[in-house]
């Protein structure tokens, strides 16, 4: 089964870079930007609880496909590239088994415990 995850998520990773492909940036965007989610693991400076909300809220999917819709449906380039790469990002991060997190501790995911 952790293939099959690891697997789906690469394909969905591979469907963001197409999606950023259809935008008008330039690749290096792309590149310079798809760590930037990783800013919602600042919240854990305040506690585990404010943490995982944030940590949550940048790499949420649902999120980012609202994001990329609005984009679409409001003309406006820059919504798009904020779904994409969170998306992207998103997926990227749960082919290494970093899933959604828990209130308790980082490393309790809704893909499990990270080691």
Avoid: Q
């Avoid at 969170?86 to 809704?110: E, I, P, Q, V």
């Amino acid at each position: 089964m952790e293939r099959s995850l690891k697997t789906e998520e690469l394909l969905m990773f591979l469907l963001g870079i197409y999606a950023f492909h259809t935008i008008s940036y330039s690749w290096w965007w792309f590149l310079v930007l798809l760590m930037l989610p990783d800013i919602g693991m600042l919240g854990y400076l305040a506690n585990p609880k404010i943490g995982a909300i944030t940590y949550n809220l940048c790499h949420h999917k649902a999120i980012a496909v609202a994001l990329f819709l609005l984009g679409v449906y409001f003309e406006l380039e820059i919504l798009k590239l904020v779904g994409i790469i969170m998306f992207s990002h998103a997926s990227f991060d749960r082919m290494f088994g970093f899933g959604l997190k828990y209130f308790d501790d980082f490393k309790n995911t809704h893909l499990g415990k990270l080691k």
